[in-house]
Every structure is written in C-alpha cells, then in structure tokens.
C-alpha cells in the first residue's frame, strides 16, 4: 500500500486554500476543495459567461463524462452505473421510490444507524403498509450478520445499510451483508456518504444494487454534487420519475426509459458543478484512496488516544477500536454538543455536532440527544491534531464556559 509522504501531504496543503485559514476537522459534514476543483468551476463559469450558457454545453459534455468515467474508476465499474444527483439524500430518494409500489406485509430491514433523510424517504412506503424492522447489532454495536440471515424471508423487498454512520467511528459489514442479499436476490442499497474518498469503495466486492454518496464530503467535491451508482443487471427493476427528454428520449413512436443510470437524470444541470466534481474525483484517483485510509487511520488513533486521556470526556464511537472510521464522536459534560462547535469554531477549529434527526433510531436507542464529531481528512497534520486536543482540554476544566 502506497502511503502519503510528509512532502506530499504538505503540496495537497498548500493547493487547499482553507487549509491556511482554518483547522478542518468537520470533513464529514463538507471537506475543503482544492484549488484545483475551484478553478475548473470559475472555468466553466467564465466559459458559459463568454459563449452562452447553453453554447457552453457542448464543452460540458466533455466534463460530465470525464467525471462519469472518474466516479467509475472510483467504484470499480462502468460509466453507464453511474448518474450524478443534486444531494446523496436525493439520490437513495429517486432509487427507493423507483422500487415501487409498495403493498401491505413487504419488509424493509435495515440497520439501526440508518440515515434520517433514507428513514424520512421510506415513510410512504410505511404508510403503504410496509413494515421497517431494525437488524439486531452485534457486541460491537455494528449491524449482526448472523441476525439478518434469521431474518430474510420472501416477504424482504429491500436491505439498506449506511454504511458509516454519520454519529461516530463505526464500519458496518457491508461486504458481508451484500453476500447475503446476493444469494437470496434481495435488493441492496448502500449509503456511502462517509465513505467515499475515506475507504475503498469497490461495489463488485460489496455486491449492491444501489450506491449513493454526496460528492461534497470525504470526495471534496462541490456542495450540490453526488454520486448514484446503479447495478446495470439491477436497472430494470427501476421505474424513476419524473422524467424528462434526458430520461425518457422520444424515439419517434414513444419515451422509452434510457438503459443506463442517466435515467435518474435530468437534461438540467449545473455544468459548473460537475466540473469541480470532476477535478476533485480525478485528484481522489491520483493519490489512491488506499492511501488516503491509512493516513486517516494513523491520526484517528492520535486523536482518540487523546480524547480518552480528557477527564470527563466520554468518547460514543461504536465499533471494533481496531477498525473504525475517521469519524469521532464525544460528548463533554456540561457542554451541548452545538455550543461546544461554536466554542471551538472561534477559536478557528472546525468540528461537527449531530443531534438526534441525524441518525434517530441509534440516537435513541443509546439515549443520545447530541454528538460533537471530529472527522479526520488526509489533509489534517499531527500539529493539527495536538492543538484541538488541547482545545478539548481546556473546554473540559472547570469554569472555562465565559
């Protein structure tokens, strides 16, 4: 596994302007692009400002399927999988709905750290008389294998799994749970939010009908971007709307569904987007997410060694400690969670803080109402890492809240 020299990480440093402004650690919320990225969007601004926006399509073409083949390199499949949505939410959106109709006695199971945007997504199904039945965890808080195999019936309609919850460091077993849905041909969508541009993404190995993630997290991507990969063997289970002349072509007798993942889109779109979206996926390809995982992984263990050694400080990360996530989760007494990130954020350090809508079914299963979250990038430094330790510990000491 290639890793990422001190020398390297210092030139990815100094090509992200925000990384001389600000310390960064709410990459899972939306991490800082580079100068790259920002460039090629002023570009296909500026070329849409000269030509016409409409002119300037011809040109945009181009970018949406160099982004299209950069987004296929990154999962390991073809072109012709991959469509590009407004958000991640709606994506899983368009693909669950899709699905339809939903009647009285389908299952849906699910994990119990689902997304709440997929939760909110699945409510008609619900009204429809679906039912939602949560897969037990494991000791280690992650979804139980062996607890969903007990559970598939033929009344199973579809598994879903976030993949790494948005409360904390957890790694959910989604090859593992892929393998299952695979032998008993049960629909499998993935939220790969956090995922993508943190861990190997590779949807032949993880055995998904369904992938989504937003293109402005650990992808460094523009806000407004994301990624909805679709099995092509799956594609004709799915009947999306609406639909439009991008969609559903007129072929000269009627409007027949596209047979590709473009069916999820529409000829309406940011070109400007997708530019950056396209610098950013083929930077993320040349330096190799693999490597990106490691550098991630050798600070988060920094990091939360030394949250362990705050007093009162009580770290929520669920999973093994020998695989978890670039996602730390933590509470402070006498501290909520959003106050504490507004502490921090005028101190220039940036973290996260998620309350319950976030993830609700974990959130109240562990008696949770808010979360603080660090979230580590490959950008971050060691130095980084000691000065928001040292932050927390001066938040944790008594009478420090004036």
């Not at 400002?49 to 073809?78: C, D, V």
């Not at 999988?81 to 709606?90: C, K, M, Q, T, Y």
């Not at 989504?212 to 992808?219: D, M, S, T, V």
């Not at 978890?324 to 990130?341: H, M, R, V």
Request: with cysteine.
């Amino acid at each position: 596994m290639n890793s990422l020299s001190p020398e390297h990480i210092r030139q990815l440093r100094a090509a992200t302007p925000g990384c001389a402004q600000v310390i960064h650690f709410n990459h899972a919320g939306a991490s800082l692009p580079s100068q790259a990225t920002l460039d090629a969007m002023l570009e296909q601004l500026h070329r849409e400002a000269r030509e016409g926006p409409m002119e300037a399509a011809g040109h945009g073409a181009l970018i949406q399927e160099r982004a299209r083949q950069a987004a296929a390199r990154l999962l390991n499949t073809s072109s012709a999988a991959i469509a590009f949505a407004s958000s991640g939410s709606a994506a899983w959106g368009m693909a669950f709905n899709a699905l339809g109709p939903w009647r009285a006695g389908d299952r849906i199971l699910l994990g119990r750290h689902e997304w709440g945007g997929n939760l909110a997504c699945m409510a008609p199904a619900v009204s429809a008389g679906a039912r939602l039945e949560v897969i037990p965890c494991d000791s280690q808080g992650a979804v139980s294998v062996a607890a969903l195999e007990q559970l598939l019936d033929a009344r199973v309609r579809l598994i879903a799994l976030t993949w790494l919850p948005a409360n904390g460091g957890l790694i959910n077993p989604a090859e593992a749970v892929g393998e299952l849905a695979r032998a008993r041909q049960i629909p499998y969508f993935i939220d790969a939010g956090q995922a993508l541009g943190q861990l190997p993404c590779d949807v032949q190995a993880l055995q998904c009908d369904v992938l989504k993630g937003a293109g402005r997290k650990y992808l460094r991507g523009p806000r407004g971007t994301a990624l909805l990969y679709v099995r092509p063997e799956f594609l004709q289970r799915l009947d999306p709307g609406p639909r439009d002349v991008l969609s559903a072509p007129w072929d000269g007798q009627a409007f027949p569904l596209r047979e590709d993942a473009r069916r999820f889109e529409t000829s309406e779109v940011s070109l400007v987007l997708l530019a950056g979206l396209e610098a950013a996926l083929s930077q993320l390809n040349a330096i190799g997410v693999d490597a990106i995982r490691q550098r991630i992984d050798g600070l988060s263990r920094r990091i939360r060694l030394g949250l362990d050694a705050i007093p009162g400080l009580q770290r929520q990360d669920l999973g093994s400690e020998q695989r978890q996530s670039g996602l730390i989760a933590f509470t402070l007494p006498d501290w909520d969670a959003f106050e504490l990130k507004q502490r921090l954020a005028r101190q220039g350090i940036n973290i996260g803080a998620n309350g319950v809508a976030y993830t609700p079914l974990d959130m109240q299963a562990r008696g949770l109402t808010s979360i603080a979250r660090i979230s580590v990038s490959h950008l971050n430094t060691e130095e980084e890492a000691d000065l928001l330790l040292q932050a927390l510990r001066e938040l944790a000491e008594p009478n420090t809240r004036a």
